[in-house]
């Protein structure tokens, strides 16, 4: 749409329009979400085809820290710049970063290619959710927000599966299978990148204010440290190393530095005031926990239906897809119902599910019915259904329109690092938990002995994963396998209790989240309209919604007036 055309006009190009732009923004969501996990099921190809096996975790961890790294900075961005560019521009990035990684010769160049992928990933979902905060009011928020998350967890969820599968079935024009992953992203993405081009409404601004470069310099100092800590403490140096404990200090002062220079900052790339607003804030500590109990949790569940209930790679992934029906179905059913019983109810309901699901898995033991555990996820699924955007939606429905797009990646960030340290938090309890349950199952003897073998390599933790080794459980008398299994699930019940705990957390913290009416589509609009004589100095934003309305807005930057939002009666 160029800069002169007027949008669509009428119901139903506003309906066309909306629809296309939607399908843009959910296929990058798409891409991002999938690429995240997708990998997983394809390494041992990868590193019989280019090599270096001892270099394939950070594979994951390349794309996790880019991605984490680049959320909120992008939200800020999309701020000061606009959505379509930001947009367009992490599109770009992660298309390229996928025809690279599909063309590497090493494992050095595919991790690079891998951060190059997490750098466009990162900036895909938070900004997709500020666009539709943009062109929907909080009241016809919830289902399109809820369909867009249900999009991002059917991605990561299939993941691993979408691996498998092509690895098994792509053999074209001679190219190796696993690099189809990367290549299969071309046309999806070049086909969001039209669509998203085409139907994005139209937006002119009369200048704009420099990215806090200091502020976002600290705050991602103090991310990439805390997220190192994260991927290293326990494995590469243990947690009381200098290693370890330097990485800390480094994240905790950066984050001190990053509030003291925010606080003074002109535009400062997270807004401190947006924590003074309660239902901000309670929603963000919410959002952190609710990650924390489910991501984090559900991180295990593959290794759980492979080693213990005995299905392969690529279905312990399938096994997931009812729980990601039902996150689906409960996210469209409360997306729909939200203005009618209210954001409160819903994220009391998705944690008190959430909870009840986890504490049902944390009793499956060690020879479950397969159906049984899918039934049991697909509880999960429910709470997940129910939690998820119910925070972003109160969120948004509280906070300026000037500040949605760093309000909404700040909640992604959070719910992000929720799970981040949901994963090394259980995993740590449930490797303390493994040096316990291991003799008490098996005998200290036989502990020692199994030890020996290379592909521990002398960690009595890793014992579990020769329930994957398909050599291991042919050769071993079944009293063996199954005094793995019981040390494994028994160790496992006590992460899931913990998930549970942590949901209840969420719980007692929603508790102080105040319900406030969803502002219908004319309070959206019209609430914050910028008087006549107000004055524009620094920056201002015209944006036309798909229905043809013109909407000022006035950015952080202005300093000649202020433009209270109808939620607000006080000016940061």
């Not at 790294?69 to 770009?92: E, F, Q």
């Not at 800390?248 to 401190?272: M, N, Q």
């Not at 992000?416 to 938990?433: E, P």
Request: net charge neutral; hydrophobic share 50%.
């Amino acid at each position: 749409m160029g800069a002169g055309e007027a949008p669509p006009q009428g119901p139903a190009a506003d309906a066309r329009a909306r629809r296309m732009l939607l399908g843009g923004l959910m296929l990058g969501v798409l891409l991002s979400a999938l690429d995240s996990t997708v990998v997983g099921t394809s390494l041992p190809q990868v590193v019989a085809d280019i090599g270096g096996f001892e270099h394939f975790a950070w594979v994951f961890s390349a794309y996790m820290l880019a991605s984490t790294l680049v959320i909120p900075i992008a939200g800020k961005l999309s701020d000061i710049y606009g959505r379509r560019p930001v947009y367009l521009a992490g599109l770009v990035v992660f298309l390229a970063g996928s025809m690279l990684a599909g063309m590497v010769a090493d494992m050095n160049q595919l991790i690079l290619m891998r951060a190059l992928q997490g750098v466009g990933g990162g900036m895909l979902f938070p900004v997709a959710m500020a666009i539709v905060a943009d062109i929907y009011a909080p009241a016809d928020r919830g289902k399109i927000q809820g369909v867009i998350g249900a999009v991002f967890g059917l991605a990561s969820v299939i993941g691993p599966f979408m691996g498998g599968w092509t690895v098994d079935n792509v053999h074209v024009l001679g190219i190796a299978s696993w690099r189809w992953i990367f290549y299969i992203n071309l046309p999806v993405g070049v086909a969001a990148v039209l669509m998203v081009s085409a139907f994005f409404p139209r937006v002119e601004r009369a200048g704009t204010m420099p990215l806090d470069i200091v502020g976002s310099s600290m705050m991602s100092v103090s991310l990439v440290s805390l997220l190192l800590a994260t991927i290293w403490g326990g494995d590469t140096f243990a947690w009381t190393s200098p290693q370890l404990l330097a990485l800390v200090a480094t994240s905790v002062g950066s984050l001190v530095a990053f509030v003291l220079i925010e606080r003074r900052a002109k535009d400062p790339v997270v807004p401190p005031h947006l924590f003074r607003e309660p239902i901000f804030m309670v929603s963000s500590v919410a959002l952190f926990l609710a990650g924390m109990s489910m991501f984090g949790v559900i991180s295990f569940m593959p290794t759980y239906m492979q080693g213990v209930v005995g299905i392969s790679a690529t279905y312990s992934g399938a096994a997931l897809l009812p729980m990601t029906i039902t996150m689906v179905a409960s996210s469209a059913t409360s997306g729909l119902l939200l203005e009618r019983f209210g954001y409160k109810s819903f994220a009391l309901a998705g944690t008190i599910i959430t909870a009840v699901g986890l504490l049902l898995l944390s009793r499956l033991g060690p020879d479950p019915s397969i159906w049984l555990a899918v039934g049991e996820m697909a509880v999960l699924g429910v709470g997940m259904g129910f939690t998820m955007q119910t925070y972003v939606v109160a969120a948004q429905n509280a906070m300026e329109r000037r500040h949605i797009g760093v309000g909404t990646s700040t909640l992604t960030l959070l719910r992000s690092l929720g799970g981040t340290m949901g994963v090394t938090l259980y995993g740590t309890v449930l490797n303390a938990q493994l040096r316990h349950q291991l003799p008490a199952h098996l005998g200290q003897p036989v502990v020692d002995q199994l030890v020996l073998n290379p592909f521990i390599d002398g960690q009595v933790e890793r014992i579990p994963s020769l329930l994957l080794q398909r050599e291991f459980l042919d050769g071993s008398p079944s009293v063996l396998v199954d005094g793995i299994k019981g040390a494994f699930t028994d160790s496992l019940s006590v992460v899931f209790v913990m998930g549970a705990a942590v949901a209840i957390a969420a719980m007692v913290v929603t508790l102080f989240l105040r319900s406030r009416p969803l502002k219908s589509r004319e309070e959206y609009h019209n609430g914050s309209r910028a008087p006549a004589t107000a004055p524009l100095s620094d920056v201002a934003t015209t944006v036309a919604t798909p229905d043809g309305e013109r909407l000022p807005d006035v950015d952080a930057a202005t300093t000649a007036g202020c433009v209270p939002d109808t939620s607000s009666s006080e000016c940061p």
